[in-house]
């Protein structure tokens, strides 16, 4: 743990930053660690609905535990002690609106996990407050800091795979995630929402394109039979066309069997004009196939969040690194900002009303693809 960093002199540096994290379930914990791991950060408070739950991630890391935003930001925020700089958020998926703009408007600091909203109209005004209180406001859509995803990034962004043409994405999560996990929520969000925000994150992120109309079906009864979840959704299959002619597809569902050895797998195929790549989620496997020229990568070393030598390492803590530095430097148009990653959500909120109607939905050109 580090209470306080000091510069070589012994003096308290003036480049950490005091942070709160909201939420303490398990990836509110995860980031309260994560900034009381780094040296470019202090974790000062915990916030949660449960006080005991907030105590139990803050008292061992030597942070304030409080059971409410207000209660926070009133004591260690800009009009209290100004500890707190910058916040993150870990709340559920459908519960984000709320401490974002009372953060937002405190003149704090926001990195919020994904997805940035469930709601399009929360989306819209999240953003809009954070640039008009000149805020950061980034999402955290970690999977961008993975080192196979940024290999992807870069063949297409060389022209290796030439112009990207089909793409299809597969995420899985078992059946205990909704029921058990994420059990007393998992009827406020969806398996588009909680585990396939990131597969449309990296597909608009990659292609620099937007999405001019989605498709989609969804499937009921699985959970409900199997798991005593009525009314939860089992998945979505969803069509998006981009504006430069790329379709991609989106296979999303949460209902693989207890027997299935990992929480959550994924597998995406990339097919271009003049080259291919298939990347496995679990074995991290890339194979890469163009004209002349075939190769097979496994990447090894720190994934998401790994632990390696007391710490965690990876894609997460990547993320929240650049987010601390968007806040030092005032970056409030950083790549993974709420302004220029508005689109997923709302590509989002077109697979929720294809699959509803059953019918095309068209969307306009955003203000920024």
């Known amino acids: 743990m580090h209470p306080q960093r000091r510069d070589p002199e012994g003096t308290i540096s003036t480049h950490t930053t005091g942070v709160a994290v909201i939420g303490a379930g398990i990836l509110g914990t995860r980031h309260a660690r994560v900034y009381d791991e780094f040296d470019e950060s202090r974790l000062v408070a915990v916030v949660d609905h449960d006080p005991a739950r907030a105590a139990s991630v803050a008292a061992p890391r030597k942070a304030r535990a409080f059971g409410s935003v207000a209660e926070m930001l009133d004591a260690v925020g800009p ?16 519960l984000h609106h709320e401490p974002v703009v009372a953060c937002l408007e405190a003149g704090v600091d926001v990195l919020v996990e994904k997805p940035l909203a469930t709601s399009l109209g929360e989306a819209h005004a999240m953003t809009a407050l954070a640039r008009a209180k000149s805020r950061v406001l980034m999402v955290n859509y ?13 063949l297409l962004a060389d022209g290796s795979l030439g112009a990207p043409a089909l793409i299809e994405s597969h995420r899985w999560d078992a059946a205990w995630v909704p029921e058990r996990m994420i059990g007393a929520w998992s009827d406020k969000t969806t398996p588009i929402h909680f585990m396939s925000s990131h597969d449309i994150d990296l597909i608009l992120h990659w292609l620099r394109d937007h999405v001019v109309s989605v498709t989609a079906v969804a ?9 005593a979840l009525p009314g939860r959704v ?9 504006s430069r002619g790329t379709v991609a597809s989106l296979h999303s569902s949460w209902i693989l069997p207890d027997t299935f050895p990992l929480a959550a797998d994924s597998r995406l195929e990339l097919l271009g004009a ?10 991290r496997e890339l194979e890469l196939y163009t004209a002349g020229h075939s190769a097979r990568t496994t990447f090894a070393g720190p994934s998401t969040a790994t632990e ?16 601390l530095a968007a806040v030092r430097n005032r970056e409030l148009d950083n790549p993974a900002s709420a302004e220029r990653t508005l689109h997923v959500v709302e590509v989002q ?21």
């Open 79 to 94: 009009a209290g002690s100004g500890e707190v700089r910058a916040v993150s958020i870990a709340t559920p998926d459908h």
């Open 142 to 154: 970690s999977q961008r800091w993975l080192p196979e995803h940024r290999r992807i990034e870069e």
């Open 219 to 227: 499937h009921h009864g699985a959970l409900g039979a199997a798991r």
């Open 234 to 242: 089992d998945g979505y299959l969803a069509t998006l066309r981009f």
């Open 274 to 283: 003049s080259g291919a790549v298939f990347l496995g989620g679990s074995t």
């Open 308 to 323: 390696v030598n007391g710490r965690i390492e990876g894609a997460f803590t990547a993320s929240l690194r650049d987010f």
């Open 349 to 369: 909120d077109a697979i929720m009303r294809a699959a509803a109607t059953g019918e095309v939905v068209r969307l306009a050109a955003p203000a920024r693809p």
